[in-house]
């Protein structure tokens, strides 16, 4: 009885070491490290500006007139609002914080959802409330969300993290016979389109993707009426962000994306960029050689029928995550081809590569 007790105690310490270290690891950091990311001063103009506005009265604000001197920005014509709204809101709360605190108190608030999301989503695959939580916890604070939040101040793409595995969570629940989750099924992918149109455009792109191959992975492309329960939730939320897509599309022709590499004729935003690519590169590196690595390993258990049933799904999406990325090939496909035109940087697909790689590793 006693050594049933200290197993059980041994293995929840270490369970609750497990959880806690990343946690407090993220936020030792961002009381350390100052903003200064890939896109952290771009933050900390429109942070005070937008939180302004939404004061005022002006829910969806669309030009902030500060930026470039006082001649203003339409920003958020074109920037998902949603992380900002938040923002927002923990402005009121704390009046106090500074628009780096902002951006960091909104970036944890990322993390701690995403792991809620994914952990549903692994629960759902009938994986133990244990393994999902350490997956869980890898997904919402492993070392590639360390890197989006300090190298990158990738504040759209930390809120996407949390919307990406309920469109699964919705797939698997619409392939139920059970009509409580079919019905489930509905408000869960409306909630994470919902929630990827309004915060990471390139991260729909990414989801509806996957969610054809996850589809097909899983047998429910050919089977019409699971179709619907997918579908629908896509055009409600199409429907329910219009406030924003429509003006989105309206002016997207003024989109030059060939000029986003131009900073000026030195020239020094190019050097900038290929330092910032190779300081990042043995990270990505990693990610890609641990997502084939993994793929192997799980294309070998299908091979032998060893394996449970949602690693077939999980192989494909480790395959579309890292084809997508390996030399040469991603970046003459996302140059040439719609829409991958539209993700701008083949390496976004980590997003989906972490995703897999914590699902497999539950």
């Known amino acids: 009885m006693l050594l049933r007790i200290a197993k059980a105690l041994n293995s929840s310490t270490s369970i ?54 006082g001649y203003g920005i339409p920003a958020f014509y074109f920037y998902p609002p949603l992380p900002y709204w938040f923002i927002t809101v923990v402005s009121v709360i704390i009046p106090s914080a500074s628009s780096s605190a902002l951006l960091y108190i909104t970036c944890l608030f990322g993390s701690i959802i995403s792991v809620l999301t994914l952990f549903l989503y692994l629960k759902q695959l009938q994986i133990s409330r244990v393994s999902a939580l350490l997956g869980a916890i890898m997904y919402g604070f492993g070392t590639y969300r360390l890197l989006d939040i300090f190298s990158r101040n990738a504040l759209g793409e930390q809120f996407a993290f949390a919307f990406l595995p309920l469109i699964f969570l919705s797939i698997e629940l619409a392939a139920s016979d059970n009509p409580r989750n079919r019905m489930r099924s509905f408000f869960i992918g409306l ?37 619907v329960l997918i579908l629908v939730p896509i055009v409600g939320a ?15 022709t003024q989109v030059q994306l060939d000029q986003l590499w131009i900073y000026g004729s030195s020239g020094e935003g190019f050097t900038y960029l290929r330092q910032e690519y190779y300081d990042l590169r043995s990270t990505k590196t990693l990610m890609i050689a641990v997502g084939i690595l993994t ?8 091979h032998r029928n060893a394996a449970p049933r949602q690693a077939k799904v999980i192989f494909w999406l480790l395959v579309l995550s890292v084809g997508l990325q390996l030399p040469f090939i991603g970046v003459i496909l996302h140059s040439i081809v719609f829409p991958l035109t539209i993700l701008q940087f083949y390496w976004r697909w980590d997003v989906l590569l972490l995703l897999a790689l914590c699902s497999t590793f539950s």
């Open 16 to 69: 609750a070491v497990a959880v806690t270290i990343p946690v407090l690891l993220m936020i030792g950091m961002t009381l350390v490290i100052p903003v200064g990311g890939d896109d952290g001063w771009i933050h900390l103009n429109w942070i005070p500006q937008f939180t302004h506005l939404v004061k005022e009265g002006y829910l969806q604000p669309r030009w902030l007139p500060d930026s470039f001197g």
């Open 191 to 227: 909630a994470g389109w919902i929630g990827l149109l309004l915060t990471n455009i390139p991260c729909v792109i990414i989801a509806g993707l996957a969610m054809i191959v996850y589809c097909l992975a899983r047998g429910t492309l050919f089977q019409p009426r699971r179709w």
């Open 238 to 252: 199409a429907c329910c962000t219009a406030f924003y897509l429509l003006p989105l599309a309206h002016f997207r």
């Open 295 to 302: 793929a192997v390993i799980l294309q070998r258990m299908l």
